[in-house]
């Protein structure tokens, strides 16, 4: 059965090149505090989150992961909807200013399924394939 539904456009949130530069410069520094300070100077810049919850996933402290990934998964949802996204509809990976928010939301599920809340480590990898599987796929490999 066709769905004759037109699907909604595909939302692309807007680059921020200071905030961009400041994460590189955080991942040459390849320390916590780098990371922190960016999180702290550009709070809405969920690429310094989901760098954050990777992080802290990677040391084992996948409470801290999840405290993170949530914090960069509310930020990149407020940013989503003042974007045009309704709820719905593709979040692109091709498009470099979304990977933050769906980098926050992989690293939400898998922090979710380590504290044992595996409900929402389901809906999160859900949430993330409908926004786009090639984020899933691309996250998974690494």
Known sequence: MQNLLPEPPATLLPAHAEADAA????????SEEAYAE???RF????AAWAALGSRALA???AVT???YARTGYHRGLDQLRRNGW????PVPWSHQ???GFLRCLYVLSRAAG?????DEAARCAQFLRDCDPAAGDALASN
């Open 23 to 30: 994460l590189a410069a955080a991942e040459q520094a390849a």
């Open 59 to 61: 040391a084992g402290q």
């Open 86 to 89: 309704k709820g719905h509809g």
């Open 43 to 46: 709070p809405t810049h969920s």
């Open 38 to 40: 960016v999180a702290a």
């Open 97 to 99: 200013p979304n990977r």
């Open 114 to 118: 380590e504290i044992g809340e595996a």
């Open 65 to 67: 992961a999840y405290a």
